[in-house]
């Protein structure tokens, strides 16, 4: 990582923790674990309570569709950090590998439900055009997206177009698939607290 | 549905007016992506519109603005999320344009 701090600088009772990580998991800690927390208080705390509501909070979208929509929204960042870990965890929670990739391979062409595909596509251009315009809300709602989906989806977005900023900009080191699996699997059982 | 309004106003309110090591005229002016000095308006605004882009080396220019490593993790988090509140902020304005018509 690119500042010293977000690797060395947390207080004594989070390197402990960090140990305790490395030692259960037999896995590096990953930079986004480093970065929420590190001076928790300012970011971490207030950004996890975000995340939590958008990703694990009551909503029509089944958790692997949500890890999905952060998964192209990460790849529409072009952030490879965030793509692969959220291709892993959406990829658990589905219990499909063939879907996650098919969908960030080709867009168009993977065999997902319509509104769900209309929605990623939405996110995309959001996420790549940093705007999106009534005539594309306008479009998703008469692909049977309800209101309350697109909301929804549109607080994924606000989550995943921070953290790909911040993993870009603060330099995260991108580890081995295993890393990212272990990752996912916390994820999915504990959510972002 | 989920419900991110409050804790985004949370969010907002902790990483530019709270306690922290920049002045919070300085962490508004990264989220707003606006009013920043060179040579730290380059870096903040490739954080906000480029964010793959950004290197070592802006990194390094940050620093060398003066900024300490504290400061720079601070005035970073502050573009990301204002660039991330208004891409939602336009997007919620579409919605409701459109479903208003409904």
Request: charge should be positive; include cysteine.
């Amino acid at each position: 990582m690119r500042l010293a701090v977000l690797d060395h600088g947390h207080s004594a009772g989070t390197k402990a923790l960090f140990t305790l990580i490395r030692l259960l998991s037999r896995q590096p800690v990953l930079d986004a674990v480093k970065l929420v927390k590190y001076r928790a208080d300012f970011y971490g705390r207030p950004m996890q309570r975000v995340t939590q509501e958008a990703m694990r909070g009551p909503s029509a979208w089944p958790v692997g569709d949500r890890e999905l929509m952060a998964a192209i929204v990460a790849q529409a960042n072009a952030c490879e950090w965030c793509t692969q870990a959220h291709a892993a965890v959406a990829q658990a929670a589905y219990r499909d590998q063939v879907r996650v990739s098919a969908a960030l391979g080709d867009l168009d062409t993977a065999a997902l439900a319509e509104p769900l595909r209309a929605t990623l596509r939405m996110l995309r251009k959001l996420t790549r055009e940093h705007a999106v315009d009534a005539d594309d809300m306008r479009a998703l709602l008469a692909a049977g997206v309800s209101r309350p989906q697109i909301e929804d989806a549109l607080a994924v977005a606000f989550a995943f177009n921070t953290m790909c900023r911040l993993a870009d900009a603060f330099g995260f080191f991108v580890p081995g698939p295993q890393a990212f699996e272990a990752g996912a699997k916390y994820l999915l059982a504990r959510g972002y607290r | 549905m989920a419900d991110i309004k409050q804790a985004r106003a949370v969010l907002e309110a902790r990483i530019v007016e709270g306690a922290g090591q920049a002045p919070p005229a300085q962490r508004r002016a990264a989220f707003n992506n606006a009013g920043v000095s060179e040579p730290l308006a380059a870096v903040i605004d490739k954080v906000a519109r480029q964010a793959y882009r950004v290197t070592e080396g802006d990194i390094a220019a940050a620093r060398a603005s003066g900024l300490s490593e504290d400061q720079i993790f601070e005035m970073v988090i502050c573009a990301a999320v204002g660039q991330a509140t208004r891409q939602y902020e336009t997007a919620m304005a579409a919605l409701e344009a459109a479903a208003g018509e409904r």
